[in-house]
T-cell receptor, first 114, second 114 residues
């Protein structure tokens, strides 16, 4: 019940295209959903996050869409650039006593071709 | 503001040995979480510390332990190393470890067990 499932495992997009990564969760206690971006040799860095009472959140070229009834959320990267090539992780955490415990999806390796 | 620092960056150990990894959080952050990252299992939560107390623990054997000092610096220890412990160990700090607290990750310590 703690799982977060992420797809696809890898994604190849042309420069200027739209990258879409999907995640699904089971635990309805999750109430905060961050996305992290990780470059080789670096730790993950927060990209954007959303709460389930919001259906969409946009920050620059990055948008999270959230479907609470389906327990699914997705990351859209508009106008994808070669510099966006990285591994993306969705994650979830619940308030209350889940101190510091992010549950991560398996990750998506994004490659943006110039 | 300096980011999360982890030392050492790389370690090579042999089976049966023990290892200690160190994490210095961002100044002012009191919560430190530890994660194990492997290609097969992805990012998995190990434990979280706040004010020198472990508040949360993941599903890892007792060989994995940690502690936090009064200055919020944290260490994790793995005893009786196994080949399967080879991984990138990441620590993340946040203000208080609450659900929506952004976790800032360090670059990780790459542990190789031979």
């Amino acid at each position: 019940q703690q799982q977060v499932k992420q797809s696809p495992q890898s994604l190849i997009v042309q420069k200027g295209g739209i990258s879409i990564i999907n995640c699904a969760y089971e635990n309805t206690a999750f109430d905060y959903f961050p996305w992290y971006q990780q470059f080789p040799g670096k730790g993950p860095a927060l990209l954007i996050a959303i709460r389930p009472d919001v259906s969409e959140k946009k920050e620059g070229r990055f948008t999270i869409s959230f479907n609470k009834s389906a327990k699914q959320f997705s990351l859209h990267i508009m106008d994808s650039q070669p510099g966006d090539s990285a591994t993306y992780f969705c994650a979830a955490i619940s308030g209350g006593t889940s101190y510091g415990k992010l549950t991560f999806g398996q990750g998506t390796i994004l490659t943006v071709h110039p | 503001k300096a980011g999360v620092t982890q030392t050492p960056r790389y370690l090579i150990k042999t089976r049966g040995q023990q290892v200690t990894l160190s994490c210095s959080p961002i100044s002012g952050h009191r919560s430190v979480s530890w994660y194990q990252q492997t290609p097969g299992q992805g990012l998995q939560f190990l434990f979280e510390y706040f004010s020198e107390t472990q508040r949360n623990k993941g599903n890892f054997p007792g060989r994995f332990s940690g502690r936090q000092f009064s200055n919020s610096r944290s260490e994790m220890n793995v005893s009786t190393l196994e080949l399967g412990d080879s991984a990138l160990y990441l620590c993340a700090s946040s203000l208080v470890g609450g659900g929506s607290d952004t976790q800032y990750f360090g670059p990780g310590t790459r542990l190789t067990v031979l």
